[in-house]
């Protein structure tokens, strides 16, 4: 599984200004480097733990179904925007919403297809067969009002 940030929504749970006071650091030369280093940190707490620390659009890349479902550890879950696949053909095809569910519930995002839409075959030796483009992260009292 790989998750990438496709649309920033949300701010970073840590500015630059608090990192450089926090590490007692009075100049500006090391801007640069520090947000490398900071936006790193991030990506690599989201890739270990499936917390999202920023908000945004994710898209979850899979290289297959799992028995007409998929589980994700992603937290927290505020919607599913698109899944899509490639088939054996490898066009990109999209599964309307009306043929899943989903639900998350813990740290765990589930997804399943209706017993009315089976699994399609996805594209072999193809390690972004399956996509899920979701919103997720924390949401501010902005986002929810």
Same mark, same amino acid.
């Given at each position: 599984? /790989?998750?990438?940030?496709?649309?920033? %929504?949300? +701010?970073?749970?840590?500015?630059?200004?608090?990192? /450089?006071?926090?590490?007692?650091?009075?100049?500006?030369?090391?801007?640069?480097?520090?947000? !490398?280093? =900071? +936006?790193?940190? @991030? +990506? %690599?707490?989201?890739?270990?733990?499936?917390?999202?620390? @920023?908000?945004? !659009?994710?898209?979850? #890349?899979?290289?297959?179904?799992?028995?007409?479902?998929?589980?994700?550890?992603?937290?927290?879950? &505020?919607? *599913?925007?698109?899944?899509?696949?490639?088939?054996?053909?490898?066009?990109?095809? +999209?599964?309307?919403?009306?043929?899943?569910?989903?639900?998350?519930?813990?740290? %765990?995002?589930?997804?399943?297809? &209706?017993?009315?839409?089976?699994?399609?075959? #996805?594209?072999?030796?193809?390690?972004?067969? !399956?996509? *899920?483009?979701?919103?997720?992260?924390? =949401? #501010?009292?902005?986002?929810?009002?």
């Amino acid at each position: 599984m /790989k998750m990438k940030l496709v649309d920033q %929504t949300g +701010e970073l749970p840590v500015s630059l200004q608090e990192l /450089k006071a926090n590490s007692r650091i009075t100049h500006d030369d090391e801007d640069v480097i520090l947000n !490398v280093y =900071l +936006e790193a940190a @991030i +990506e %690599t707490v989201q890739q270990a733990s499936g917390l999202v620390l @920023i908000a945004g !659009v994710y898209e979850v #890349t899979l290289p297959d179904w799992w028995h007409d479902h998929l589980c994700i550890r992603i937290s927290p879950v &505020n919607d *599913v925007v698109s899944v899509k696949y490639f088939d054996i053909n490898g066009a990109e095809q +999209e599964v309307l919403s009306s043929n899943f569910n989903w639900l998350f519930a813990g740290s %765990t995002f589930s997804l399943w297809l &209706n017993s009315s839409f089976y699994a399609p075959r #996805t594209m072999d030796n193809n390690a972004a067969a !399956v996509s *899920v483009r979701i919103h997720a992260g924390y =949401l #501010t009292e902005s986002d929810s009002g």
